[in-house]
């Protein structure tokens, strides 16, 4: 313990006393990397999937609702616990930052295993649920059945992920998450077409990716320095849970509204035939690959947060999160440009054969692209909140992009521009975000700036 407590403390002297650029460099790398790996493996299911038909690469679309809702319960757990972990580290409260561990990983596998086992006793329904037509309903169902097999793992593995990085640990979680990554794209055309498992093979490779993803993510918490999964630690009482609910309810929030957005977007676009569903899928995945470049980049900066939160140095947070705003705003418009010149082209990396997937993907992309660099000042402000447990404001945003906006516009839009309206309803739902997160965000800068703000946990005391 004298080893590990000794490690801690230079860990601390690092995350509160080292320049914050260069820390925040430094750590988000590696968080970079494994996002923009994670996203490669996601829009390569959609690649190799779309080689079979469009009714399939429409499956993988709607089959990323479900995806969306597992995400959203990894990071409830993982940012729940990943926040109070660090805040507790800034305090140097290591044995309290330990249970912490312990309970927020077998909380997750816990809740995954339920979910997972109702999703495969009503999968046909689910399938339906989720979006599915009559021709992508068989596709859904083969490609869903493997995905919930695995959820509990894949939910345990956002939460190590998650908490890796918020002890300043992101290499341990990059290894994990980069490992599965390049299992997934290898698989994927092995499954699908040597083995001949069609799109369950897509399924197939994703759950047994993710499970050797978990396994070395659990090996990164007995590395030197990070703290490590006890089963004598797991504690779920109120206090442990309570700290997971009000650090990873934006999470749950804006995550679970992703799912919901997904699924409003599938029934409207399959009013237009698969290949709207199909287009729309290929955008999005586009669309979170150019976003995962700066959520990388904002998740190297929430450990410095935390840390320095807890620590009471509110003027490094501040100038942390400046820094990411600017940097994270010149990436994205940069590679909004890019995409918008070429997005025919990307387009039909996916659906070479389908011309109405690439007449409906280009518009749909090029419109995102327009909204795109807005993702930095939305997507940082609202990680900010989360981290220093500013539940009500982090919720907030996290509502506002997938629900308080895009559910009404969708539903505007679409009676009165039919497709168009589709194509423009996640770009003017950024719009509306970006400029509630000025009254919002500012007011908490102000309150950082003053030294004003509380800790939750002070507050209850």
Not at 76 to 92: C, E, H, P, T, V
Not at 247 to 273: D, E, H, K, M
């Amino acid at each position: 313990m004298g080893v590990q407590a000794g490690t801690q403390e230079e860990k601390f002297d690092r995350m509160t006393k080292s320049p914050v650029d260069r820390l925040i460099c430094k750590l988000a790398v590696p968080t970079i990397c494994s996002m923009l790996v994670t996203s490669v493996y996601n829009m390569a299911d959609t690649y190799f999937v779309g080689q079979i038909g469009t009714s399939a690469t429409g499956a993988v679309g709607v089959a990323f609702s479900m995806m969306a809702i597992i995400q959203a319960l990894g990071f409830f757990f993982g940012q729940g616990s990943g926040s109070y972990i660090s805040r507790r580290l800034g305090a140097k409260d290591l044995d309290d930052a330990s249970k912490m561990v312990t309970t927020g990983v077998f909380s997750a596998a816990i809740c995954g295993a339920i979910v997972g086992t109702l999703g495969l006793i009503f999968l046909k329904p689910l399938a339906w649920a989720l979006g599915s037509t009559q021709t992508i309903l068989p596709y859904a169902c083969e490609y869903l059945k493997y995905i919930l097999i695995g959820t509990p793992w894949m939910v345990a593995s956002l939460t190590l992920n998650n908490q890796l990085r918020f002890q300043g640990r992101a290499l341990y979680s990059m290894i994990g998450i980069m490992t599965g990554g390049i299992l997934n794209v290898g698989l994927d055309p092995l499954c699908i077409f040597v083995f001949h498992m069609g799109i369950g093979g897509a399924g197939f490779a994703t759950m047994l990716s993710q499970a050797v993803s978990c396994a070395l993510l659990v090996a990164g918490t007995f590395q030197k320095g990070n703290l490590r999964i006890h089963f004598r630690n797991f504690t779920p009482n109120t206090k442990y849970l309570k700290g997971i609910f009000q650090g990873g309810f934006p999470s749950l929030c804006r995550q679970s509204l992703a799912s919901v957005a997904t699924i409003c977007l599938n029934f409207a676009a399959g009013a237009y035939g698969d290949a709207a569903i199909a287009a729309m899928s290929i955008v999005m995945r586009i669309s979170n690959f150019a976003g995962s470049a700066v959520i990388g980049f904002g998740q190297g900066f929430q450990p410095v947060c935390g840390f320095n939160y807890g620590a009471r140095k509110f003027d490094r947070v501040l100038k942390g999160f400046w820094f990411c705003v600017r940097i994270g705003t010149v990436v994205m418009l940069g590679l909004s440009v890019l995409a918008f010149i070429f997005a025919p082209q990307i387009v039909m990396l996916f659906r070479r054969d389908d011309p109405q997937v690439i007449e409906i993907g280009a518009l749909a992309l090029r419109s995102q692209c327009v909204a795109l660099p807005l993702l930095a000042w939305i997507s940082l402000g609202n990680m900010m909140q989360q981290v220093i447990g500013q539940s009500v404001r982090a919720t907030i945003m996290a509502l506002a992009r997938q629900g308080l906006f895009f559910l009404p516009l969708l539903a505007i839009l679409v009676p009165n521009f039919g497709l168009f309206g589709i194509q423009i309803c996640q770009p003017a739902s950024d719009f509306c975000t970006a400029l509630l997160a000025i009254p919002v965000c500012g007011k908490t800068i102000k309150e950082l700036k003053l030294g004003t703000i509380i800790e939750p946990s002070k507050k209850a005391g």
